[in-house]
């Protein structure tokens, strides 16, 4: 799966108390899953391995891996869990409800089964505090139903709230190495916006604002973006002068002058530089 075409889609998220001794039976979720152990014990059969687990516990299950939740039978487990694909599938006519789940591997439809992330994600982890989560989790609680005329507007504000969840998952799963460093992941955004709304500052009062040498901010930039932190400006700059020149009436010399090139010439010889074409010729089409 392309990362273009990742947009995560919640079907059902709820939260489920076992009770003593319970067996979730062995199945396989036609979608990603994320539990999240608020309170008690219990076990996880997968891939011939036992995994326990305890409060705050947090498991990822990809698509089709087959499983069994065991509780413990003192003090069972409670589930916060979610049942989502990492792009929507529409498998609504196939079956009845959004979020299909098989007991029995023989009649498990391998073309319906969710995306792969294309990263990998491990199977647990211990993840702090249990009241922030369960605050997560609580905001886009959803029955597994598939959506209406009804509830339409209802799962807007559901999925804009499974967005920030997994946002927020991610940023606690993920220690791989082609992902952006968070830290390069908010300058970003800082960054943009002062490109737009006022003179960019020296890069040095970013790397300094991180507590980075220059050397570690360029690599780190780098590894997370895959260009220079001057690269990535100009094009972003440049990106934004096109916006302008295909759907404004500002002349060339306002549009240098609206994203802070030095001069009209500099700004037409890196646009030339950059896509062979002056702003004149790129306006004309």
Same mark, same amino acid.
């Not at 087959?66 to 509780?71: M, R, T």
């Given at each position: 799966m392309k990362l273009s075409a990742l947009h995560p889609y919640v079907y059902l998220a709820t939260r489920y108390p076992f009770a003593k001794g319970q067996s979730s039976s062995k199945r396989i979720c036609y979608m990603s899953s994320v539990y999240m152990v608020s309170e008690g014990y219990g076990v996880l059969e997968t891939e011939g391995t036992q995994v326990q687990v305890s409060p705050g516990s947090l498991v990822y299950l990809p698509p089709g891996q087959? +499983?069994? /939740?065991?509780?413990d039978p003192a003090e069972p487990m409670v589930h916060l869990c979610c049942y989502? *694909? /990492?792009? +929507?599938? *529409?498998?609504?006519?196939?079956? *009845?409800?959004a979020c299909p789940i098989c007991y029995e591997p023989e009649p498990l439809l391998p073309e319906w089964l969710g995306p792969q992330l294309p990263y990998p994600l491990p199977l647990q982890l211990q993840a702090g505090s249990v009241r922030v989560w369960a605050e997560r989790f609580q905001k886009f609680y959803t029955s597994g139903q598939f959506v209406n005329e009804q509830t339409?507007?209802?799962n807007l504000s559901i999925q804009r709230s499974f967005q920030e969840f997994i946002d927020f998952f991610l940023q606690q799963m993920l220690r791989y190495?082609?992902?952006p460093d968070r830290r390069i992941s908010a300058l970003l955004e800082r960054l943009e916006q002062d490109l737009l709304h006022e003179v960019p500052r020296p890069l040095e009062c970013y790397y300094r604002e991180l507590k980075l040498s220059r050397g570690h901010f360029f690599e780190l930039f780098r590894k997370s973006v895959g260009c220079s932190p001057v690269q990535y400006m100009n094009r972003f700059r440049l990106n934004r002068a096109k916006e302008d020149l295909l759907h404004t009436s500002l002349s060339i010399t306002e549009i240098a002058g609206k994203y802070h090139f030095s001069s009209v010439h500099y700004f037409s010889r890196l646009f030339h530089r950059e896509t062979g074409q002056t702003p004149r010729e790129f306006r004309s089409g």
């Open positions: 087959s +499983h069994e /939740w065991l509780a989502f *694909d /990492w792009g +929507h599938v *529409d498998r609504e006519g196939h079956f *009845d409800w339409f507007i209802r190495p082609a992902f």
